[in-house]
């Protein structure tokens, strides 16, 4: 896992957490450290990172990679191991969701009459009840 991750990067970090004491994520949701995912992801417990829901909160703020002593990288760190999941078929649970709501309704929000009014008083075309190509691209084997 550390050669796909850039042995380089992962193999500085000696978990000073100062990361984790420098996250605005960390301080809204507590289950978030992005010591914690480096060192299972240094340990090359990647079925542990990719069952927790946590690399999909890092809200890329480099505000890790600013004061990193140790120049580690955590948000490519974390872009990595997100893409790394998403090759196992893992994802977060609110993109499944979404997704769902993209398969079923052609979009993720609602619009109904009143929206293409608004849309029509400001020079903007009617959006379409279902549009078909969403539909198409979304029952597409990959």
Known sequence: MEAELGASDLSRCFQCGVCTASCPVREVEATFSPRRIMKLAKMGLKRQVYASDTIWLCSMCFMC????PQDVRPPEVMTVLRNMAAKEGVAPVNLTKLL????????????DDFTNEERGDRGLPAVE?????IKRISEAKP
């Open 65 to 68: 990679l600013e004061r990193c």
């Open 100 to 111: 769902d709501i993209l398969k079923r309704n052609g979009r993720v929000y609602s619009v």
């Open 129 to 133: 009840a279902e549009p078909a190509f």
